[in-house]
């Protein structure tokens, strides 16, 4: 199959529709550049939650749940908090009582441009862009402009994303930042949810209270905890509800691996995710457990970071400064 980048339809959304290695994703840039489906074509290997009859305006309602959201901010902010070094904003607290927090920002939920596509021999790709002022709602609450340009690549190596934020303002771009990754069960194609396990790198446990706030606390593993890092876990069929950890490293062929993999112990066949160094934090979640997906989600910060007493270098927070960018990337293959 030659190597393309083409704009499609998908069920009343455009998407750049990629196809290079073995794999085919679609990149919903109408929808915050959410790549809303990654398959292996040769290996049959569903990467993301995905349904092919899906709305295109299901997932825009609910597009935290589906495919490779980006989210900034992330998580949770505190009474809709957020303290930098040069200001304090009032985000809009969307998550009610008894919570009453900030959630997971706004950039997932915006309409992006393509900015170019194109393939060779070797890949495919599409580079988006969010160009962030006071044309964006948002801009009421976080006054501070910036562009935000995601570059995907799809080769025999996967699909690689590469995000940047650049500060177009006079005052500090706070930085935090995640992917709500929601990974499809099963994902082997004709596989089953009970034969999934997933591996996660691990370190302390970060305890967090009723609201889901950090209590900056950092707690000894359990037997819970270490299937997660002995890669034992089941991620599905049971409850996994915001455990969030230090991230660490595993090891994948001889070779050191900052990500998580999934197995289907039937077949054997993995599905692996690598993050760049910059996320320092994995949150588990699955919605309850059965509906049919699970998400790692890496963080470059903690929940509520720069809130928090806990000092940035451990916390993860970020601060841009004016005319500086800041730089994270992805990867998915399958082995």
């Known amino acids: 199959m030659t190597n393309s980048a083409q704009i499609v339809d998908f069920n009343g959304t455009s998407c750049v529709k990629l196809q290079a290695g073995g794999y085919t994703a679609l990149v919903a840039y109408e929808i915050g550049s959410n790549v809303i489906r990654l398959h292996n074509d040769k290996d049959g290997i569903e990467f993301f939650r995905f349904d092919p009859e899906n709305p295109a305006d299901t997932i825009r309602q609910s597009a935290e749940v589906w495919g490779l959201p980006t989210l900034y901010l992330p998580n949770r902010f505190a009474d809709g908090v957020l303290k ?3 200001a304090v904003y009032q985000l809009p607290v969307n998550e009610k009582a008894p ?10 939920k915006r309409i992006h441009e393509v900015v170019e596509t194109g393939a060779d021999e070797n890949s495919a790709w599409v580079k988006t862009r969010y160009v962030y002022d006071e044309k964006d709602e948002f801009f009421a609450s976080l006054p501070v402009k910036f562009t935000a340009e995601y570059i995907f690549t ?3 190596k996967g699909m690689e994303q590469k995000i940047s934020f650049t500060n177009n303002d006079t005052k500090v771009l706070p930085m935090s930042l995640a992917s709500h990754t929601a990974i499809n069960a099963p994902f082997v194609d004709g596989g089953k949810e009970e034969d999934i396990r997933l591996q996660v790198p691990i370190g302390k446990k970060c305890e967090l209270n009723s609201r ?7 707690l000894e593993l359990t037997d819970w905890d270490l299937e997660y890092k002995n ?10 509800d915001n455990d969030m950890y230090f991230a660490e490293d595993l090891e994948l062929d001889g ?5 998580v993999v999934a197995e289907d112990i039937a077949s054997g066949k993995k599905l692996c995710y690598e993050v760049s160094e910059e996320y320092g934090f994995w949150i588990m979640w699955n919605d309850r457990g059965f509906n049919h997906y699970f998400c790692p989600e890496p963080m470059t910060a903690m929940i509520d970071a720069p809130n928090l007493s806990t000092p940035a270098e451990i916390s993860g927070y970020r ?3 004016p005319g500086e960018t800041f730089t994270a990337s992805q990867r998915f293959f399958s082995k």
């Open 319 to 321: 601060e841009v400064k």
């Open 99 to 108: 919570y009453n927090n900030h959630i997971h920002g706004f950039i997932h």
């Open 255 to 259: 070779e050191k691996f900052h990500g």
């Open 212 to 218: 889901c706030l950090p209590t900056e606390k950092y």
């Open 84 to 86: 930098t070094s040069d």
């Open 154 to 156: 799809l080769s025999d």
């Open 231 to 240: 890669g034992t876990k089941c991620p599905v069929l049971q409850v996994v």
